[in-house]
């Protein structure tokens, strides 16, 4: 073979190598795409097109922990995990009492629609001893403006009990408040937001009134339990 035909078998060699390789690479690539794709596809989350409100004092703005080990939070991890179109609201102010709930509720409605609100207030009231014809009003007034805002809303309420410190008929009286409310006005009741966890010091920090992180992950299963019904 002469000099020239050599040179050519060396060119049509090496076009016909980096060919395969193009191959390859572009058959890699389109490998890659498509199990990039399936992948996106098996992890897209349903979009949030409905609002959860948790409605409430410290208990529900996670005093004295992370805001995501508060139990809204936990319960917007449930609700990721089983991929519902639902966005969790924590609308807890710490020291609320019934009456600056009622104040405050007007502007929290107006940020956006709310499909589900979980109201839990109270609890400041009972430790201070104010009057329970004033809690009740105000519980009542704070579910009137819900309804009147949006009367297609779910409502929940977080029932709560105080310890014996303003007397027993107080104490007793305070805890009826919750169950004839919710049964008036139609309500998912939570006969205790604290069930399991109120009392048990392990579970609480050092003032005996938060709960701890371990705490809240109790309250969170005893808050889904209540609402998942209304997340049909």
Not at 203 to 229: C, F
Request: aromatic share 6%; proline share 6%.
């Amino acid at each position: 073979m002469n000099k020239t035909g050599i040179l050519f078998m060396i060119a049509f060699t090496l076009f016909a190598a980096a060919c395969g390789n193009g191959n390859k690479t572009e058959n890699n690539a389109a490998n890659e795409q498509t199990s990039t794709s399936d992948t996106a596809k098996t992890v897209t989350p349903v979009p949030a097109t409905k609002t959860i409100l948790f409605f409430g004092n410290s208990l529900t703005a996670g005093y004295g922990v992370d805001p995501s080990q508060a139990f809204p939070a936990l319960i917007q991890q449930k609700i990721d995990s089983m991929n519902l179109p639902y966005k969790v609201i924590n609308g807890g102010v710490s020291g609320e009492t019934t009456a600056g709930g009622n104040q405050r509720i007007d502007f929290v409605l107006k940020q956006q629609h709310i499909n589900v609100i979980v109201l839990e207030l109270g609890a400041n009231d009972g430790l201070r001893g104010i009057p329970l014809t004033e809690t009740r009003k105000n519980l009542q007034s704070i579910v009137n403006k819900v309804k009147s805002k949006y009367p297609d809303a779910k409502l929940v309420l977080a029932g709560m009990q105080i310890p014996p410190n303003m007397g027993p008929a107080y104490a007793g009286d305070f805890k009826k408040i919750y169950p004839e409310l919710a049964t008036k006005n139609n309500m998912v009741l939570i006969p205790f937001l604290l069930e399991g966890v109120g009392g048990e010091a392990r579970l609480n920090q050092q003032d005996g009134l938060h709960p701890t992180a371990e705490g809240y992950q109790i309250v969170a299963r005893t808050v889904w339990n209540a609402i998942k019904g209304t997340l049909q």
